[in-house]
């Protein structure tokens, strides 16, 4: 039996459930559909809108011109009734696709690209949903945070939240062994994405909580290629699980 910690499938459920035996236990940190791959341009969207209302969007994002690119997100992800009803279609496969793959017990957070309730409405199996909670796995606490606070490079996608709703979920876990989070701490290093040569920017309330009670490990996700993977924030070993579709190895807990 191993605690293995997963995060950012984006839709690698094949993968994902080769790396997870029935006696395992998994604690999987968010971002299971994938939307659209940034490299590729294949996912749910690229199935339902156009490659040039795609990539019209993202370049904006690129130019720095973030306003007119969240207008142009609404607008493809508004699309027709039809439109709509199809992406709605994909995602609802894609979770079920996701729970299937899933040979054991698992704690699943939502990430920011994730639909919480319809994670709610479609889990299956011995899977719990985390919003916030401490649970203990073996002999040690482990304090779960989902989603991420709304910060620059946001669009209102159904994990992201409003700051201080944000802090008060990190708030009320209170002292832990081990912290599990989809979103990085406000450590440079750990939110510089190199590939996409921007800072993904990180909590700072988790960064408080880092300095208040100092878990031995603190595991998060949310960056796909990070200026390093790793640092210590006092006696807390912070470590990015990675970019699970790209590397497809779970980080065995230590």
């Known amino acids: 039996m191993a605690v ?25 940190l968010g971002d299971y559909l994938n939307l659209i791959d940034f490299r590729t341009f294949e996912g749910i969207l690229s199935q339902v809108y156009t490659r040039e209302q795609i990539i019209f969007a993202l370049m904006e994002f690129a130019k720095g011109r973030k306003e007119l690119a969240r207008r142009s997100i609404r607008d493809i992800a508004g699309g027709t009734s039809v439109q709509s009803q199809r992406v709605r279609e994909l995602i609802v496969q894609g979770y079920d696709d996701f729970f299937s793959s899933l040979p054991c017990r698992c704690f699943v957070l939502y990430g920011n690209t994730d639909d919480p309730a319809l994670l709610k409405q479609l889990s299956t199996g011995d899977v719990e949903i985390v919003d916030e909670a401490v649970v203990t796995i073996g002999e040690e606490r482990f304090g779960l945070v989902s989603g991420t606070p709304h910060g620059p490079w946001t669009v209102g996608l159904p994990g992201e ?27 440079p290093e750990l939110t510089w ?8 920017v990180g909590s700072a309330d ?9 878990p031995r490990l603190h595991y998060f996700g949310h960056v796909h290629n990070p200026a390093a993977s790793e640092a ?23």
């Open 206 to 214: 988790l960064l408080d909580y880092l300095d208040e009670y100092q």
């Open 193 to 200: 994405d190199r590939l996409a040569n921007r800072d993904e």
């Open 232 to 254: 210590y924030r006092g006696r807390t070993r912070v470590i990015n699980a990675g970019f699970f579709k790209e590397h497809q190895t779970a980080l065995v807990h230590l």
């Open 161 to 187: 939240m409003d700051p201080e709703e944000y802090a008060k979920m990190v708030g009320s876990l209170g002292p832990v062994d081990v912290l599990c989070t989809h979103c990085p701490p406000a450590i």
């Open 4 to 28: 293995k910690v997963i995060s950012d499938v984006h839709g690698a459920y094949e993968a994902l459930a080769a790396q997870l035996g029935p006696d395992d236990t998994g604690v999987l």
